[in-house]
């Protein structure tokens, strides 16, 4: 692509202007990391997918709001935090019965995907879906997308004192369910 030495910033300025070949850009460097971040919050891969579409649709209608002065990627994981917050609780309002014999193709596996496939990944994973939303997001941003505590606190609206909380009871619970496998 010959936007690849561009900036986030630049690209969503661009974008912001009328330019959709650099919003394009912006789609093909986020596609996976928020595909992988909402997958990890729902653990649906075909909820995810609804979901990722979403965030991209809702990211192109309100570029006018995109504020130059933050990070794009924090403000696009916001929006992802935000449209998954959405679908979990049109989960609550709307319970279905699993499909039995169904199993759904996680999306495109990288090394993070391949260890979940073992039972110790299978357990974590499991494990991770089950903390309160805030404790969820704060750890799989920070462990599966590398985020820093300011990066989180600024996904999550909230300070940083808050993230380093959350961070701290989600690895306590974590610890705690998975105390057996561990051993």
């Known amino acids: ?11 969503a300025q661009a974008a912001r202007d009328g330019d959709d070949a650099a ?15 909402v997958y990890r ?15 991209f649709v809702r ?8 504020d130059p002065n933050r990070q794009f990627s924090t403000w696009l994981f916001a929006l992802a935090r935000n449209a998954t917050i959405d679908r979990l609780r049109y989960r609550q309002r709307h319970p279905t019965e699993p499909l039995e014999d169904t ?6 596996r990288g090394p993070a995907e391949e260890v979940q496939s073992s039972e110790l990944g299978a357990a974590i994973a499991a494990a991770i879906a089950t903390l ?3 404790q969820r997001t704060a750890i799989v941003l920070a462990e599966y997308h590398d985020q820093s505590h300011a990066a989180i606190a600024a996904v999550m609206g ?26």
């Not at 692509?1 to 690209?11: E, H, T, Y």
Request: aromatic fraction near 8%.
């Open 1 to 11: 692509m010959a936007d690849l030495g561009r900036s986030d910033n630049q690209l």
């Open 158 to 183: 909230c300070s940083e004192k808050s993230v380093e909380s959350r961070l701290y009871r989600a690895k306590a619970t974590l610890r705690e369910k998975l105390a057996r496998l561990l051993a």
């Open 103 to 108: 199993v759904a193709a996680s999306p495109a």
């Open 132 to 134: 309160p939303e805030d």
């Open 23 to 37: 919003f394009d850009s912006l789609l093909h460097r986020y596609r996976q990391p928020v595909l992988n971040f």
């Open 59 to 66: 990211a192109y209608r309100h570029l006018a709001d995109y």
């Open 41 to 55: 919050l729902l653990n649906d891969a075909t909820e995810a997918e609804d979901v990722a579409q979403d965030v």
